[in-house]
């Protein structure tokens, strides 16, 4: 893990009121380099604390920096008044000798760690989004995902493609041939001969309701590549599962992620049948085949996706932990949490007190475990791990530069492509599929519309908002938070996911640090975590 790379840290303060020779001088000239740094646009910055001290992130190194109190209440005065007010009112608190030290500490760092330099993002432009796309999108395409079926056995209450939910399609009765999935699987090979390792997944609907469709795609697949490697993954609720499925899962090597919420008087709430009948003695009966048939290899492939839904708790976090404990046959395997999709959660199920009580998993996972969050529970253990990891792998820049990535979005058509029913290709599986598509089977990438509305319109739209804003270096929006239900980008929709955003990373920060505070090597295994 990267230190917290300059300590903006001397001696105690000498507090005395009485001028230092010289002081008058000193004074004008930090008055003047302040005036110059922070009277028209401040520098791009995020102050932030800890129960241990105070920090400085600085956007345009990507430095987390540890002040003392005096500097660091002079940089916060500095970002919420004026310099000259600012400066009379630190004079008649802490007297010249503690503003010229506290000063130079803070001159020292802007010119040793080029800090505070970054006033504006002036462009997007370190993603794959500005490189050569086309060479990018012949050569080195990452997965599919086909859209096995549009059916489905269940009628989960958050389900994005559920009636009540407008910004999706719904259900459908519409499947995929087997000829566009020959298509779309000839296409992934043609477009990725310089990456290392493809993945070719199955996505629904429900995919096993297709059982018979899901071997002629791996045969088919297995026999076009050859001896490239080529994976395979599925993501199903497990209620279709049999002992014949899960052997032929195991057989090719499947990554399988099982929709399972917890205990059932969480889990079938929302999880539903068509008749509105609970799934998870059959959810659970299908994990346990799959468990079985993979043996010592489940721990490293099959994995939980779990929704955290209202009503909110610690009591819910501790009693779904307590049943994945208790369930004996269960190795520990990766669980990965998430939260309801804006807008899913039909409003007749909710009561005042469901959302009033929430508790934010990673905070609550940091607040109960400390250093020790490695030991958590799992449901929050990944959710807390990517979000740390994302600061340990974060690049650090010795000279302050002002073009960012295009927020948290991958190069649309590079690491994801989801392929619908009808051959059309997507951005991915979150996104509404009337967003503008990205090509089509058929005839490849459409990089026309690719490159005029996934990045010079969104560059467009979007920098007004990104250049001022502290944490566009470590933003994680993606298109899935920008385009609304009838396809279009929709400026207003980004930037209510963006206002929460802010106060994601700023927690994740002032977390972070304080990690690091109580063990400094605690965080260096991060440095291998898996972001993708």
Known sequence: MEPLNYKMRNSAVNRSTVECKGAGKEYKKYVSLFNEVWNDHKPLAKLFRTARSGYLYDTGTNKILECNELVFELLQTLYTSGVESTVQSFLDKHGNDAFLQAAEEIVNGMEKENILKIKKANQFGLSGHFRNIHDILNTTVQSITLEVTQACNLRCLYCIYHGHFKEKRNYGQQEMSLETAQKAIRFLKKHSSKTERTVCGFYGGEPLLRPRFIEQCVDYAKEIFDNRELSFTITTNAVLVTPEIAKFLFKNRFSVTVSLDGPAIYHDRYRKDAEGNG?????????????????????????????????????????????????????????????????????????????????????????????????????????????????????????????????GCCLPGQRKNYIAVDGSIHVCEKISTQSPCIGHVDTGFDLETLKKVYIDHYVEASLPDCSGCWAIRLCDICYISAFNENGEFYLERKRKYCKANLKTQEQALTDFVALVGKNPDGLDYLYQYDLS
């Not at 839904?309 to 404990?325: H, N």
């Not at 199920?349 to 959302?355: C, E, I, N, R, S």
């Open 279 to 407: 799934s998870f003695e059959r959810t659970l009966n299908g994990l346990k085949l799959l468990v079985v048939a993979y043996g010592e290899a489940a721990k490293g492939k099959i994995s939980l996706h779990m929704v955290y839904t209202p009503p909110y708790s610690e009591k819910k976090i501790d009693t779904i932990d307590t049943f994945l404990k208790e369930v004996e046959w269960l190795p520990e395997i990766n669980v990965r949490s998430v939260y309801p999709t804006d807008g899913t959660i039909p409003q007749e199920m909710l009561t005042a007190g469901d959302l009033t009580h929430n508790k934010n998993l990673t905070e609550w996972a940091v607040e109960k475990y400390g250093v020790d969050y490695k030991q958590s529970v799992p449901i929050v253990k990944r959710m807390v791990e990517n979000r740390f990891a994302r600061l340990s792998q974060r690049y650090i820049f010795k000279e302050p530069i002002d073009w960012f990535h295009l927020n």
